[in-house]
């Protein structure tokens, strides 16, 4: 790589600041650090963005299959039979459902729709599948009865829904409506195009993404672990999938999305100019962030069907 090429930087003034508070908490090299310490601040940075609930949300916890933690929002105001299903990020290795607590009460209020978080296992102490197997016994449950489910991920929660709407289409289960992406990581090279244009990008670089590779151990031909490695993305529920400019997991975005098109698949894919990845928690304090979020929430009502 080009050392003298120059690190890859938005110019949003509110998403620089988004970044700075970040690894005042989190810091570039978090993942040089043991992961009882990187839990740590992972932890630390969720709670400096936290945000009031909505007004008249209920919150109620629950377990499947006797092991997997989940959590089951309902906004005041319900619209539509159809449930979300939530799939936090953190690289596989950091998160929770207190993590993303925020951000799946405003989804399911701005969607006026049910909402399941799951607390899926974490690496490296439970390396593929174990992540996969219990969102898809999640999904399972939910789709048992007889309601309809939009699957939605952001990151490496991103990487699991996509991966679990194709296990669907495989075993033929059906009832999944939509599927909402947000800046997932999806199996790209890691040594061309946005790998590589952004491999130094604020909040998230190429270097850090194979860590959480090598870190999940997953079989590298896996289409399930690694959804643009599949060859057929016929059939598939419609998607809304949004990518950040500056991030590396970019094109991963950019070519799913244009991948589902060619199959045949009704997809709506937005690109936030000015946005790192992991920008939904500046959707308080950046214009842009704000903007990706609403479109989030729109792009997800269309699929729950409440607009």
């Known amino acids: 790589m080009d050392s003298r090429r120059p690190k890859p930087m938005p110019t949003e003034a509110g998403i620089l600041n988004f970044h700075e508070r970040c690894e005042s908490f989190y810091p570039?090299?978090?993942?040089?650090?043991?992961?009882?310490?990187?839990?740590?601040?992972?932890?630390?940075?969720?709670?400096?963005?936290?945000?009031?609930?909505?007004?008249?949300?209920?919150?109620r916890d629950a377990v499947v299959a006797g092991r997997i933690p989940t959590r089951h929002y309902r906004p005041a105001e319900?619209?539509?039979?159809?449930?979300?299903?939530?799939?936090?990020?953190?690289?596989?290795?950091?998160?929770s459902l207190e993590s993303h607590d925020a951000i799946c009460a405003e989804l399911a209020h701005g969607a006026r729709a049910e909402l399941a978080?799951?607390?899926?296992?974490?690496?490296?102490?439970?390396?593929?599948?174990?992540?996969?197997?219990?969102?898809?016994?999640?999904?399972?449950?939910?789709?048992?009865?007889?309601?309809?489910?939009?699957v939605v991920g952001d990151s490496a929660g991103g990487n699991l829904a996509a991966g679990i709407v194709l296990k669907a289409k495989a075993e033929g289960l059906s009832g999944i409506v939509g599927q909402v992406l947000i800046y997932p990581g999806l199996g790209g090279d890691l040594v061309s195009g946005s790998y590589v244009e952004m491999a130094e990008a604020p909040g998230l670089s190429?270097?850090?993404?194979?860590?959480?590779?090598?870190?999940?151990q997953a079989p590298a031909e896996d289409s399930f672990a690694?959804?643009?490695?599949?060859?057929?993305?016929?059939g598939l529920p419609p998607a809304y999938i949004t990518g950040a400019h500056f991030d590396p997991l970019r094109d991963d975005a950019r070519t799913y999305a244009a991948r589902?098109?060619?199959a045949g698949v009704d997809v709506t894919y937005r690109e936030e100019p000015q946005m790192i990845h992991a920008w939904l928690r500046a959707r308080h304090m950046s214009p842009g962030a704000r903007a990706g979020f609403r479109h989030l929430v729109h792009g997800l009502a269309q699929l729950v069907g409440t607009e």
């Open 206 to 216: 190429t270097t850090d993404v194979a860590y959480y590779r090598d870190v999940l």
């Open 78 to 95: 319900v619209a539509s039979e159809t449930r979300i299903l939530y799939i936090h990020g953190g690289g596989f290795v950091v998160g």
């Open 28 to 59: 570039a090299d978090a993942v040089n650090a043991c992961i009882a310490q990187q839990r740590q601040w992972y932890d630390e940075l969720c709670a400096e963005f936290d945000a009031p609930s909505p007004e008249g949300l209920r919150r």
């Open 117 to 150: 978080a799951v607390d899926y296992r974490l690496a490296p102490e439970h390396v593929w599948p174990a992540a996969f197997e219990d969102c898809y016994a999640v999904l399972e449950s939910l789709l048992a009865d007889g309601r309809p489910v939009v």
């Open 260 to 262: 589902l098109a060619q």
């Open 226 to 234: 690694y959804p643009l490695r599949a060859t057929d993305l016929s």
